[in-house]
């Protein structure tokens, strides 16, 4: 038995099967709710309006089953559009040797036997082509090939016409897929886009998407691969590029093994595996594929290559590199010496594990502004607002506590406006409007403070673990997406980083991204991070004594005086 289930306001109608959960229903159908906890049913995201009998009602759509016709008043889908900037920036590596190339080759002379061996005389120093890499030459009349593309002398893609040559690095984050398309003569950043990560459907963090890994591998890495290379195509078309020859990336250990079909299960086990650090060159859709090396199960080639960027290892100073991302990874190095840790904060730096979470797509606040008469105002991304993201997240918990609206605690005082009771936890209302409110309450205030007190803790557990204490660095660089939203000064008051000189702070944004970028033309920064992906010391902090004691400590906000932040 089947029966109909009426979307509105899209007014899109999909057959369910009898007993089949809604969440299970649309998502077999390609639309996908909101959710942080992977249709679970604890996170509360995709509650909706049903009518069923001429009856209005609020559901779980991952709990509820379809035993008649129904209607469904949800505006809760997950938000796949793109956003895109154009740019003409050059890249600083753009004059080193470079990791990629476009080698002429020419062949007046037709005294050899066949295509490569013409090739390996032609090109010195070039490796063996791979068979993908054979079968796209016997795709083409051999006497119109006129350069190959290699990556670090790796033969990729054979070519006719160089005009628009473009390649395509990624930032493969478990929330968000941020890309990059570069023009290859110029050896410029054209276009930057970000969406999704569509994966999102099965849980908002890493442990999550492992679990879902164990019946989705296939699909899961599908769904990254269409989005970004929508992405890619959007940004070509935008940009009078060709689409990608290449394709460069780097993610966390697990998001790149799924990408890779590669099942992460053992990354989760104790002790944590991963099955691979460094992956051969993969080719998909006649794509060539590469990516930037992990170190462990929770630390990957996105901290190695923000590690590259950032010149760990490359003179006598102590400087630490905090990605603050949906896993939050640390990295501390020295002249000669580097290591790492990854401190388990879940996804609330990107804006999961919140009621009105979300990325830092259309419709996010991404700033607050609470004037000394305790007015609230503040900016979106784009359009009206629909949720917070991180940045606006750290701003409105910061600038709550400078004005006393909450205290050390996180708890709202009896100062605080807009402030109603529902259910067991005060809540404030930021907007409201006829599809719904924004608000924030005390579970997730104490949900961030306990991913900040995660980062900071961690941190000081990897300064510890060397002899070190948070005076001694000489530079900090913050990266991730928040990075772009969020003063020092606001993560100084929320106890997120000490307030040390200011001079000392960098905020980088997407280290990961950045530090592809310039590997792709530079050889030494490449080489760099695949010895920093060899080299690094990994710290386990489950095993570190102190951790849990200095993570506890941290469950507060500490400051609140405006002298310190006059550094």
Request: with cysteine; proline share 4%; charged share 20%.
């Amino acid at each position: 038995m089947s029966f109909s289930v009426l979307f509105h306001p899209s007014e899109q109608t999909i057959i369910s099967y009898a007993g089949e959960t809604l969440y299970g229903a649309a998502k077999r159908n390609g639309l996908f709710f909101q959710n942080a906890c992977g249709g679970l049913g604890t996170c509360g995201k995709c509650m909706v309006k049903i009518k069923e009998a001429g009856v209005i009602k609020e559901v779980l759509a991952c709990k509820y089953k379809i035993l008649a016709d129904i209607e469904v008043f949800s505006q809760s889908f997950f938000d796949y559009s793109e956003r895109i900037y154009l740019t003409d920036e050059i890249l600083p590596c753009s004059c080193e040797d470079s990791l990629l190339a476009v080698k002429d080759i020419s062949f007046s002379e037709y005294s050899f036997s066949n295509f490569v061996s013409r090739l390996e005389s032609s090109i010195s120093s070039i490796k063996d082509p791979d068979l993908d890499f054979i079968r796209s030459v016997a795709e083409l009349p051999l006497e119109s090939i006129k350069a190959v593309l290699t990556f670090g002398d790796y033969p990729c893609l054979p070519i006719q016409d160089k005009t628009g040559l473009s390649v395509g690095v990624m930032d493969l984050g478990t929330t968000a897929i941020k890309c990059s398309l570069i023009d290859l003569s110029e050896k410029r950043v054209k276009a930057r886009g970000t969406v999704l990560n569509a994966q999102c459907v099965f849980g908002s963090d890493i442990t999550a998407r492992i679990e879902a890994s164990k019946s989705y591998l296939t699909e899961m890495s599908e769904l990254v691969w269409n989005v970004s290379l929508s992405l890619f195509r959007n940004m070509a078309d935008k940009t009078d590029l060709a689409f990608p020859s290449l394709l460069f990336f780097a993610g966390n250990t697990v998001m790149t093994h799924i990408f890779y079909k590669v099942s992460p299960i053992s990354i989760r086990k104790i002790p944590s595996v991963a099955p691979a650090s460094l992956f051969p060159m993969y080719r998909r859709d006649k794509l060539s594929v590469f990516s930037v090396p992990s170190i462990a199960g929770y630390v990957g080639g996105d901290i190695v290559s923000g590690m590259a960027f950032c010149n760990f290892c490359g003179g006598e100073s102590l400087t630490m590199l905090i990605d603050l991302g949906t896993n939050g990874e640390i990295a501390l190095g020295g002249s000669d010496w580097s290591a790492v840790c990854s401190a388990s904060a879940g996804p609330a730096f990107e804006g999961g594990g919140i009621k009105c979470g979300m990325g830092a797509f259309k419709g996010a606040i991404d700033k607050f502004f609470i004037s000394p008469a305790g007015k609230i105002e503040f900016s979106t991304v784009s359009g009206d607002p629909s949720g917070i993201c991180a940045g606006g997240l750290v701003s409105l918990i910061s600038g709550l506590f400078a004005a006393g609206f909450v205290d050390k605690k996180g708890r709202f005082t009896d100062s605080a406006p807009f402030v109603s009771k529902v259910g067991v936890a005060s809540r404030m209302t930021l907007f409201s409007s006829s599809q719904g409110e924004v608000f924030i309450d005390e579970e997730d205030i104490s949900c961030f403070i306990r991913a900040k007190a995660a980062i900071y803790a961690g941190a000081e557990s990897l300064l510890a673990s060397f002899g070190f204490s948070w005076s001694d660095l000489d530079a900090i660089y913050i990266a991730g997406n928040i990075a772009e939203h969020v003063s020092i000064e606001d993560f100084w008051r929320i106890g997120l980083l000490p307030p040390l000189d200011k001079t000392k702070f960098k905020m980088i944004g997407n280290s990961s991204l950045l530090g592809c970028e310039n590997m792709l033309f530079s050889r030494r920064l490449f080489n760099k991070a695949l010895e920093l992906a060899k080299t690094s010391f990994y710290v386990d902090l489950s095993s570190d004594p102190n951790f849990m004691e200095r993570w506890t400590a941290a469950l507060f906000l500490p400051h609140t005086d405006e002298n310190l932040f006059k550094r």
